[in-house]
């Protein structure tokens, strides 16, 4: 007696498969707990310390860079969200630098060292080849600016 109609029955049953396919198919961003820098090495890089000043010439040139370098993959705004990730499928997704946990969790020395040297497993290449040092931790300095703003001094 109470049945529920076929008509609601398929239309139900093929909503939940869509859904279900479009969850499978999301490439979702590896979790920021884990680091990408190798483990005899993450100590030492931990401690490397960003040699460029945070001042507004250090943003503007590193929101240069990565519009030049990054947007394609982390999106305008660094939400692992740009537009190769929606022609490509890229998985694990590009990091979402917008994310307070990834910003508290990693160091810039270990930013700067993926940044180097790449991240095994995942599509971020070597930058070394195409930017100096320098550029990298001008890079590091941007990608720090698109995450949460720290909470102002009482």
């Known amino acids: 007696m109470n049945a529920v109609p076929a008509r609601v029955t398929v239309w139900l049953g093929g909503s939940f498969a869509v859904l279900l396919t479009a969850a499978a198919e999301a490439p979702t961003e590896r979790d920021v707990r884990t680091p990408r820098v190798p483990s005899d090495r993450l100590a030492s ?55 307070p946990e990834f910003q508290h969790l990693r160091t810039d020395g270990e930013l700067f060292w993926v940044l180097k040297q790449g991240s095994h497993d995942t599509e971020m290449m070597r930058m070394e080849f195409f930017f100096t040092d320098e550029e990298l931790w001008t890079l590091v300095r941007y990608i720090r600016s698109l995450g949460p703003r720290p909470a102002p001094s009482p």
């Open 45 to 99: 890089v931990k401690q490397w310390i960003n040699p460029v000043p945070a001042n507004q010439e250090t943003l503007a040139r590193g929101k240069e860079l990565f519009t030049l370098a990054c947007v394609a993959c982390h999106g305008p705004d660094g939400k692992g969200d740009g537009p190769l990730t929606k022609k490509n499928r890229i998985d694990p997704s590009p990091r979402n630098f917008t994310n």
